[in-house]
T-cell receptor, first 113, second 111 residues
C-alpha cells in the first residue's frame, strides 16, 4: 500500500549529538512537511518542501535543517539537540498545494538524554 | 492570518452515546477546506472527515458528521454511537498551503 514511512519510530540521542530522522513516501507527492509535536499539543510546522524548493517557517530554529535528495525521501537533521527538542516528529505529504489532504507518517519519538 | 480555536481541552462520553466537539476558525478567504484529524495515543494521525467551504451540505462519514456554519465560522464534529476506539486526541484544522491546527480536544470514551 502507498504510504508515508518514518524511521526510526523511536530515537534516543544525547544532548548536543547530531541526529537525523528519515521520512519516505510511495505516494509520489510533491509536497513534504515536517512537524514537531510536543506532548498534548498540536503539531507545529517546521518546514516543507514543494518538490526541491525548501520553505522554512519563520520561527523554526537554525538547529533544525532538512534535506530532500529525491521525491521519495526527506530528512530532518537536528544539529545539536537540546532537552527541549524532545518531541514527536511527524512527516506528512500532499500531492500538490491544491490537494486537500495531508497524509501523515506514524512519527518518530525523539528522546534527548 | 487564519486561526483555529478548540475550546474544549477534554471531553468524555459513554460508549454508544453521542458527543460533539467544537471548533471555530477565522479567515478572510471564501473558499477553503476544513478537517478533523484523529490521533489515538501513540498512533498515527488520520483524517476523520473534511468539509469544503463552498459546499453547504454538511459532510458525513459513517458515525462522524460535521455541523458547518460558514457565516459563524464554526465547524463542530459529532460522533454518534461512540466506541472505545474513538478515544483519541481530535484536531480541527484549516487548510491553506499548510495545515493550521487547533489545540486539540482529548476525547475519552468509557464503557
Amino acid at each position: 500500500d502507498a504510504m508515508v514511512i518514518q524511521n526510526p519510530r523511536y530515537q534516543v540521542t544525547q544532548f548536543g549529538k547530531p541526529v537525523t530522522l528519515s521520512c519516505s513516501q510511495t505516494l509520489n507527492h510533491n509536497v513534504m512537511y515536517w512537524y514537531q509535536q510536543k506532548s498534548s499539543q498540536a503539531p507545529k510546522l517546521l518546514f516543507h518542501y514543494y518538490d526541491k524548493d525548501f520553505n522554512n517557517e519563520a520561527d523554526t530554529p537554525d538547529n533544525f535543517q532538512s534535506r530532500r535528495p529525491n521525491t521519495s525521501f526527506c530528512f530532518l537533521d537536528i544539529r545539536s539537540p537540546g532537552l527541549g527538542d524532545a518531541a514527536m516528529y511527524l512527516c506528512a505529504t500532499k500531492g500538490d498545494y491544491n490537494s486537500y489532504e495531508q497524509y501523515f507518517g506514524p512519527g518518530t519519538r525523539l528522546t534527548v538524554t | 492570518a487564519q486561526t483555529v480555536t478548540q475550546s474544549q481541552p477534554e471531553m468524555s462520553v459513554q460508549e454508544a452515546e453521542t458527543v460533539t466537539l467544537s471548533c471555530t476558525y477565522d479567515t478572510s478567504e471564501s473558499n477553503y477546506y476544513l478537517f478533523w484529524y484523529k490521533q489515538p495515543p501513540s498512533r498515527q494521525m488520520i483524517l476523520v472527515i473534511r468539509q469544503e467551504a463552498y459546499k453547504q451540505q454538511n459532510a458525513t462519514e459513517n458515525r462522524f458528521s460535521v455541523n458547518f456554519q460558514k457565516a459563524a465560522k464554526s465547524f463542530s464534529l459529532k460522533i454518534s454511537d461512540s466506541q472505545l476506539g474513538d478515544t483519541a486526541m481530535y484536531f480541527c484544522a484549516y487548510n491553506t498551503d499548510k495545515l493550521i491546527f487547533g489545540t486539540g480536544t482529548r476525547l475519552q470514551v468509557f464503557p
